[in-house]
């Protein structure tokens, strides 16, 4: 099969909201990737609901679905927009997804986004990475600033010690002070 894109990267990768500590797409924006009314897809997921557990899809709840309306630019009800609170498909409920649709450009924007999620989550373990290291180097740092000030403490108390001069008895011939 080739690699070619039906649709471009970043559109699907604009589409994907991080929810619940998953990384989702919404049903309205899965049926438009695959071109087909949000009704329709709805349906199809329903006709075979037992394929769709919680952790595949799961309907967002009022609040959830208002900070999301309040990051995307979505319409209010009673002007065309939603009626019901939308289904959001975590990256397994898209991969089950290719069951219930089998058309060929279903199956290909299946793929493309799957791929979209490996992608992200790749980058996700790397920005992991790093920040580990960069908290390691902190503490490190930190450390090397506890050293230093040891260090800067002990010069400052010998050049204290260099500026007063010692005190000790004079020895020696002392003339007489008349």
């Not at 995307?72 to 498909?89: E, N, Q, W």
């Not at 493309?112 to 503490?139: C, P, W």
């Amino acid at each position: 099969m080739e690699n070619t894109t039906i649709i471009p990267d970043e559109l699907v990768a604009n589409k994907i909201y991080f929810v619940r500590n998953q990384k989702i797409i919404l049903d309205s924006d899965l049926a438009e990737l695959y071109d087909v009314e949000t009704r329709v897809l709805n349906q199809a997921v329903n006709r075979n609901i037992e394929r769709f557990p919680e952790d595949f899809m799961f309907q967002l709840t009022e609040q959830e679905w208002q900070v999301l309306m309040s990051q995307i630019v979505i319409s209010k009800t009673g002007r065309g927009g939603r009626r019901k609170l939308p289904y959001v498909f975590t990256e397994h409920g898209v991969l089950m997804l290719s069951s219930v649709l089998n058309s060929a450009s279903a199956i290909m924007i299946n793929i493309q986004i799957v791929r979209i999620f490996l992608r992200m989550r790749h980058l996700y373990l790397d920005h992991t990475e790093l920040r580990l290291e960069i908290e390691r180097i902190k503490k490190d740092l930190k450390d090397q600033g506890k050293n230093i000030e040891i260090v800067f403490r002990y010069l400052d108390e010998l050049i204290n010690k260099q500026h007063e001069p010692p005190k000790r008895r004079q020895i020696g011939y002392k003339p007489d002070e008349y």
